[in-house]
């Protein structure tokens, strides 16, 4: 089975960092979920915010998520604006190099994920880039989960988590992506 190589079987670890197959580029870029029109729209979901705007968009909506994972940037020019954002938050760190995705980042996300469960918000400062840690947060997060990331020149997504989801996600990284 593909998945042994790099993804264990429960889908909790990632035994090996891997990388974005460059012909996959403009997939990973398509919409995958709904346009936030309203903020109400979110509800009372736990959120994951994938993203330095959409982490301080939310908190300033005053739907601060449960996790952000945020890289200081936005649009590839240093924004350490959002750091201001996140009194309350427990921090963590993660290193994720870009077009990656890190086990290490995979198990902070985990990590994080169980903390909000028991009532912390966490924000992971990624050194690196943080756009394809969306992959972990959706195949980690419990099913009712909402992860939310911001798309280019449209807006806020949400992805709505779920069993369906999360084998979509996992099959997508299966695919466009290859161990280092």
Request: aromatic share 6%; glycine share 6%; proline share 4%.
């Amino acid at each position: 089975m593909v998945s042994k190589r790099y993804l264990s079987e429960d889908h909790d670890k990632l035994l090996h960092d891997v990388y974005l197959k460059s012909e996959y580029r403009k997939k990973i870029m398509e919409v995958k979920g709904k346009l936030i029109k309203n903020i109400s729209d979110i509800g009372d979901k736990k959120i994951i915010a994938v993203g330095d705007k959409v982490t301080a968009s939310l908190i300033n909506m005053g739907k601060p998520p449960n996790i952000a994972v945020i890289d200081l940037r936005e649009k590839r020019e240093d924004n350490c604006s959002t750091v201001r954002l996140l009194n309350g938050y427990v921090i963590l760190t993660s290193k994720n190099p870009p077009g990656t995705i890190t086990s290490s980042s995979w198990d902070t996300i985990h990590l994080a994920i169980r903390m909000a469960q028991v009532g912390f918000k966490v924000a992971i400062i990624v050194e690196g880039e943080e756009d394809l840690l969306g992959f972990p947060s959706v195949i980690l997060a419990p099913n009712g989960w909402l992860m939310v990331y911001g798309q280019p020149n449209l807006g806020m997504i949400s992805v709505d988590v779920d069993s369906s989801v999360k084998e979509e996600a996992i099959s997508l990284l299966l695919e466009a992506f290859l161990p280092i």
